[in-house]
Each structure stands twice: as C-alpha cells, then as structure tokens.
C-alpha cells in the first residue's frame, strides 16, 4: 500500500525529517510522506519555487537533499543550473550535523545575478563515498554556495561534492551495516561497518564487499570474493526472502575458499530485513551454499567477581569460588572459556585455567587485564606495548602504534580478537586498533590506531559488547559520569551513571553493565544495570567485570 501525505507546513515536515531550519521569508511550501507497508517512512520534497530568494532556495535544497537517498538526488539537482545539475556528485561526502541544533542561512548582499548564502551548521560527523564514517567533536562547519540567476530564478552553480544532512535524517535514510570478511586464519568474520542508503541495501552491501575491506583492516582480513570480480547490471535480486546474487568470477579452486566466500555473502547479505537466504553463481556456476559455517559462539555475559573471599563466577544471588587469592581485583575471564579466569593482583595479572597458573604478568593494571577468545592474557602496558602471555613461553611484549599519545592504561580486545579498545594518555582518551597476529593466533602488534571522539571530560573505562559494539563510561568535571554507547562505525548515545566510577565492564549489550565507584556519601558500590535498573552485587565483592 502507497500513502500520500500532503503538509502544507514547513514546520511539520522539520519535525519529522529534523533536515534544517524553518525558511523566515517565503510561503509555505509543501512536503510529501510516502510510504509502503512495512517499509517504514520515506521522504520526499518538492522542487524549487518560483521566485524563491537566494536563501529559501538553499534552504529548500537542505530539504531535497535530506530526501535525496529516497530518488537518488533528483530533486535536489532541480536546485541546481542546468551544468550543474549534470556534474554534482553527492554522493562523495554527508556532512551530518546535530538535529537540535538548526542551521544558519545567511545570504550576502546580491546583485543581478550572482550572490552568495552561507550555511553554518553544527557538525557532529562525515561519511565518505564507501560510507565509512569519521566522527568529530562537535563544531561549527560553514559551506558556502553560490547562485546564479538561470531563466529569471535563483540556482546554485558549482556547490562541493557532498550534501548536508541532520543526524536525523541521516539515521532514518541510511543504515549502518557490516561488510564481513574471513580472518587470516578462517576462524571468523571481521566486521567492517559502512552507511549505506536504506533504499536497495542488498546492492550496496554486495558492491561493497567486491570492492573489499577498507584500508586498516587489510592486514588482519581476507576477501573470499575473487580479485576481479565485476557484478552485472541485473547482478543482484531478492525475491520472496531469497537474494539471487550474480557474479563475474571464476569460481574459487579449493572448498576453504568457496566455503568462505559463501560465509562472507550469507552473513553480510541477511543482514538486510527482507533477505533469509542466498543463492550464489559465479559466470554461471552455482556456488554450493550448503556448508556455511555458524558464527563462534561468544559467551560475554559470564560475570567474575572478586572481594575478601577470592575470585569466583557471579550469579544473581551468589559467588562461586574459583580461586582464595585475597588482593584480586578487576577479574575477567575468556570469551569462549569460562574456567580461563585473570586477575589484577600487587604486583602483576595472574591467569589460571582450572585452577592451574597459566600466566604472570609482572606490573600494576589497576583497570584489570584482557582474556582474548585464542588464550591470550593482555597485562601491564607501557606507551608503546602490552605485556602478554598464557602459552609455554611466558611473558612477551606486543607493540602498539602512536607511543606519542602516551601510557596505556588498559587494553580490552574484541570477541573476535581482531580489534582492541585502548585507553591512553594522562587525559584518559579511548581508541580503537587492529590486532595483527600470526597464523597460530599469537598478537604481534595493535596498529591503525583511531581516537574515540567524546563531547567533553575523560575516558574513565571501555569495554566491548560485541565485536562491534562499544560502552565508555565518561567523566566531566561537575558533572554526572555518562554511559556512552555505540555501534562500531557509529553515533553515541549516553544515560547517566549513579556512581563516580572507578571500572566499568559490559556484557553482551549495553543494557548489562557492572561499575564500581562511590556513591555520593563516600561509600564503595559496585553495582550491575540490568535494563534501566541498577542492583548492587553479592556481599563482599569489591570489584566484578565480565568476560573479555
């Protein structure tokens, strides 16, 4: 079913579309909802009026261009000469900027023909043309057009390469998927989010994975589709759940291989609502879809505790011992092995697997270690490595990249072990990096560093959800301590804390959260979120974190 919905206000069109600010020198113009059922709402906006100044037409192209992704910028070209109109490429750069922020629309003084109107906007984030997004603290971004008079009317000549759009729009046009690519050594898919329009996500998903994982993650991925490889015109089509995938490729010699590159297109394609399965050819060879492998299974949830009677599991009601240790803090144990258990003790981070040492890790980690899914135990670190261990050969150092950003304070590595969070630097700040590792699974080094952009304040603690998904507890001078989730790739959100926090630790959604801190009479808590409540531990624990 096809609705039509005609607002003859301008205002209501911002309320749902949150696109730009209302026009102050034109009449109202009108701004049509169509939607099919099921497919949530989609937005369209009408083309330039006639006689429209030089800033209600930037402001009416605000409006065509957050509607953009739903006709691929057709609207919005009509804004634009006609040369113009031919050579645009918007699809280059959105700059997102903050909904609750309008923009500023300012037009220069004009003459007979050219003028120029200054849009001054609040910009919180870019995605480039792959739909990678970069975050930035927020910041005022101006952008200037220049409009020419074509047929008596006002257009824009010559605007950049990109549009801009509120975070508003943004989200409700684009959706953050993951490409996924094999690991080196097979064991899993690596996750690499891009934006993508929300409108024929299918195809882009799949023309994003032909054109390959991006540059940071070269290293540590494989992409099983074939060097090469083109999609025809017709390449892509889902029907009754079923997405029906062409490729110009040779199909893969060895069965690793086809069994990974039909791994890389089932996880990536189902992403999308209406796809359930996927039916492959290569040039007309049907790629055998029977031996997809299921996803590991990360166990994130189990929390450890530690307090006056030792390190032990938590269940809601009790504590069961692991080990007597007295001066334990901060545990955690392993992704995929429970009995693989690491502490923060006096002098170091001890490992014991079934009660058995299989790790010392000499140096202070006030903020507890890391168990990674392949064994590995993550301890003390300096400015530019991490103490590691838990095979035969004890203690070893792994590097890490941008020593000039300086001590690391804790190191928290991803359920997939092909990424790690990393707290640095005497301001507190919070980064994300690659784990390069050896065919065995062994790390090597943590390279492709990016920084974690927070409003204001310090990074307090991290820790990951999945492998994709981040919780950062935040501190501002005279302010509460804020919860600050997102997506890999993604945009923040943030709840208040009712603690100060000392540690923070997630267990597979953001919704199961353990801090430890005081509370506003001095007094230690340590506390877990479950949903929006807040309930304090067993007695005697002094600290907890979950697996990872």
């Given at each position: 079913?096809?609705?039509?919905?005609?607002?003859?206000?301008?205002?209501?069109?911002?309320?749902?579309?949150?696109?730009?600010?209302?026009?102050?020198?034109?009449?109202?113009?009108?701004?049509?909802?169509?939607?099919?059922?099921?497919?949530?709402?989609?937005?369209?906006?009408?083309?330039?009026?006639?006689?429209?100044?030089?800033?209600?037409?930037?402001?009416?192209?605000?409006?065509?261009?957050?509607?953009?992704?739903?006709?691929?910028?057709?609207?919005?070209?009509?804004?634009?000469?006609?040369?113009?109109?031919?050579?645009?490429?918007?699809?280059?750069?959105?700059?997102?900027?903050?909904?609750?922020?309008?923009?500023?629309?300012?037009?220069?003084?004009?003459?007979?023909?050219?003028?120029?109107?200054?849009?001054?906007?609040?910009?919180?984030?870019?995605?480039?043309?792959?739909?990678?997004?970069?975050?930035?603290?927020?910041?005022?971004?101006?952008?200037?057009?220049?409009?020419?008079?074509?047929?008596?009317?006002?257009?824009?000549?010559?605007?950049?390469?990109?549009?801009?759009?509120?975070?508003?729009?943004?989200?409700?046009?684009?959706?953050?998927?993951?490409?996924?690519?094999?690991?080196?050594?097979?064991?899993?898919?690596?996750?690499?989010?891009?934006?993508?329009?929300?409108?024929?996500?299918?195809?882009?998903?799949?023309?994003?994975?032909?054109?390959?994982?991006?540059?940071?993650?070269?290293?540590?991925?494989?992409?099983?589709?074939?060097?090469?490889?083109?999609?025809?015109?017709?390449?892509?089509?889902?029907?009754?759940?079923?997405?029906?995938?062409?490729?110009?490729?040779?199909?893969?010699?060895?069965?690793?291989?086809?069994?990974?590159?039909?791994?890389?297109?089932?996880?990536?394609?189902?992403?999308?609502?209406?796809?359930?399965?996927?039916?492959?050819?290569?040039?007309?060879?049907?790629?055998?879809?029977?031996?997809?492998?299921?996803?590991?299974?990360?166990?994130?949830?189990?929390?450890?505790?530690?307090?006056?009677?030792?390190?032990?599991?938590?269940?809601?009601?009790?504590?069961?011992?692991?080990?007597?240790?007295?001066?334990?803090?901060?545990?955690?144990?392993?992704?995929?092995?429970?009995?693989?258990?690491?502490?923060?003790?006096?002098?170091?981070?001890?490992?014991?697997?079934?009660?058995?040492?299989?790790?010392?890790?000499?140096?202070?980690?006030?903020?507890?270690?890391?168990?990674?899914?392949?064994?590995?135990?993550?301890?003390?670190?300096?400015?530019?490595?991490?103490?590691?261990?838990?095979?035969?050969?004890?203690?070893?150092?792994?590097?890490?990249?941008?020593?000039?950003?300086?001590?690391?304070?804790?190191?928290?590595?991803?359920?997939?072990?092909?990424?790690?969070?990393?707290?640095?630097?005497?301001?507190?700040?919070?980064?994300?990096?690659?784990?390069?590792?050896?065919?065995?699974?062994?790390p090597v080094a943590i390279r492709s560093l990016e920084q974690i952009p927070v409003e204001h304040g310090s990074v307090v603690d991290v820790s990951w959800t999945t492998s994709t998904g981040l919780v950062l507890a935040v501190r501002e001078s005279g302010e509460e301590d804020q919860l600050v989730t997102m997506p890999l790739g993604g945009l923040p959100s943030n709840v208040s804390l009712p603690i100060r926090v000392a540690s923070m630790s997630a267990g597979g959604s953001s919704s199961l959260v353990v801090i430890t801190g005081?509370?506003?009479?001095?007094?230690?808590?340590?506390?877990?979120?479950?949903?929006?409540?807040?309930?304090?531990?067993?007695?005697?624990?002094?600290?907890?974190?979950?697996?990872?």
């Open positions: 079913m096809r609705r039509r919905v005609m607002f003859l206000a301008l205002a209501t069109c911002l309320a749902l579309a949150g696109c730009t600010s209302l026009p102050t020198s034109s009449s109202p113009a009108p701004f049509d909802v169509s939607a099919r059922d099921g497919s949530g709402i989609q937005f369209s906006a009408e083309g330039p009026t006639d006689g429209a100044d030089a800033a209600t037409l930037v402001n009416d192209f605000l409006l065509a261009c957050a509607a953009g992704p739903q006709d691929d910028y057709t609207t919005a070209r009509l804004f634009l000469t006609a040369a113009s109109a031919r050579s645009w490429q918007p699809e280059t750069e959105i700059l997102v900027y903050d909904t609750d922020t309008a923009p500023s629309v300012s037009s220069g003084s004009e003459n007979a023909s050219e003028v120029d109107v200054t849009v001054s906007v609040l910009g919180v984030a870019s995605i480039d043309a792959s739909g990678v997004l970069t975050r930035v603290a927020a910041s005022t971004v101006s952008r200037t057009f220049t409009l020419l008079r074509e047929d008596g009317q006002w257009r824009i000549n010559s605007p950049e390469n990109m549009v801009l759009m509120s975070r508003a729009a943004f989200t409700a046009s684009f959706s953050l998927a993951n490409l996924y690519f094999p690991t080196n050594e097979g064991g899993d898919l690596v996750a690499d989010p891009r934006w993508y329009p929300s409108r024929r996500l299918a195809s882009h998903l799949l023309a994003g994975l032909v054109e390959g994982p991006r540059q940071s993650l070269e290293s540590v991925t494989l992409n099983a589709i074939p060097a090469g490889t083109t999609v025809p015109s017709q390449g892509l089509d889902v029907t009754d759940g079923v997405a029906r995938v062409e490729l110009n490729a040779v199909m893969p010699g060895g069965e690793g291989a086809r069994t990974s590159l039909a791994w890389e297109l089932v996880r990536t394609l189902t992403q999308v609502a209406d796809v359930s399965q996927v039916h492959v050819s290569l040039s007309g060879e049907v790629l055998d879809m029977q031996a997809v492998p299921a996803p590991p299974n990360y166990s994130l949830d189990t929390l450890v505790g530690a307090g006056s009677g030792g390190v032990g599991l938590v269940s809601s009601s009790a504590v069961t011992e692991l080990n007597s240790v007295s001066d334990a803090s901060n545990p955690t144990v392993s992704p995929v092995d429970s009995s693989l258990v690491a502490w923060s003790g006096s002098d170091g981070v001890y490992a014991q697997r079934g009660g058995t040492a299989v790790a010392f890790l000499p140096g202070r980690v006030p903020l507890g270690p890391s168990v990674d899914r392949f064994g590995w135990v993550w301890g003390s670190a300096t400015a530019s490595s991490v103490s590691v261990g838990g095979g035969v050969d004890g203690a070893f150092s792994v590097s890490v990249e941008s020593e000039s950003d300086g001590q690391i304070h804790a190191v928290r590595i991803s359920p997939d072990g092909t990424r790690a969070l990393v707290l640095r630097g005497s301001d507190a700040t919070a980064w994300v990096g690659v784990v390069e590792r050896e065919a065995s699974g062994r005081t509370d506003a009479a001095g007094k230690e808590q340590v506390l877990i979120r479950s949903g929006a409540l807040w309930q304090n531990v067993p007695d005697g624990l002094t600290s907890a974190r979950y697996a990872g």
